[in-house]
């Protein structure tokens, strides 16, 4: 009898064991399971808050590029309404000029008695015209050359813009393993303590009352 005590209570001891170490090995996959979870918690924590800085930097960046665009527009019709009006002014001014010389030479003919049809006198308004029309081309080229500057400046102004983007950086969570939930753990630990309370109990016969019988003694029992 004290051996199948003994033996009974090495199985129980055995199968609490096993238990106890199922359990113990449940309890640790569910920490690190909530270990992975947390890390993975404060990850995806971290990423949301760099994206968030970084749509705020897009959002300044893309405020900045606005107020650049703007500038460069209003800088660029100031300058061409400028240009336009001192080169209306210049023109204006030389087809003046221009009428007032015609008119001096003609009162001068006419006070020196020489006919305005006279070849010479048509000759020499040919001339004056011709001088006034390569002024003219001249200033109409200063007008283009002008706009073309102020059309070049208005680009690189534009061309101070910041168009280099950042994309917002995905989350890529860490595998997270699972608890076993099929108990195979438990049945694991369960077997290994019947286990040793069958080698227990075996030890326990040969001790208290299987001496010189050997096996047939703790079957008999």
Do not use: C, H
Not at 1 to 19: C, N, S
Not at 66 to 86: D, G, M
């Amino acid at each position: 009898m004290p051996a199948l005590v003994m033996g009974g209570l090495a199985l129980a001891q055995g199968i609490f064991g096993g238990i106890m170490g199922a359990s113990q090995a449940e309890a640790q996959a569910i920490a690190q399971q909530l270990a992975a979870q947390n890390q993975n918690f404060q990850n995806k924590w971290r990423n949301e808050a760099e994206n968030r800085n970084l749509l705020r930097q897009m959002e300044a960046q893309e405020l900045q590029n606005i107020q650049i665009a703007k500038l460069a527009t209003q800088e660029r019709a100031a300058n061409e309404f400028t240009a336009k009006q001192s080169y209306l002014n210049t023109r204006s001014n030389l087809s003046k000029q221009t009428q007032q010389t015609n008119d001096m030479f003609l009162t001068g003919v006419s006070g020196r008695n020489i006919s305005s049809d006279s070849a010479s006198v048509k000759a020499l308004l040919r001339q004056n015209m011709s001088t006034a029309e390569g002024n003219m081309s001249m200033i109409r080229s200063n007008y283009g050359s002008m706009m073309q500057d102020i059309e070049a400046q208005y680009k690189n102004r534009l061309a101070q813009r910041n168009n280099g983007y950042v994309s917002q950086r995905a989350f890529l969570p860490q595998a997270e393993m699972s608890v076993d939930s099929s108990s195979s753990a438990l049945m694991s630990g369960i077997a290994q303590g019947v286990f040793g309370a069958a080698s227990a109990g075996f030890a326990a016969q040969m001790e208290w009352g299987g001496q010189g019988r050997g096996l047939e003694g703790l079957w008999n029992k």
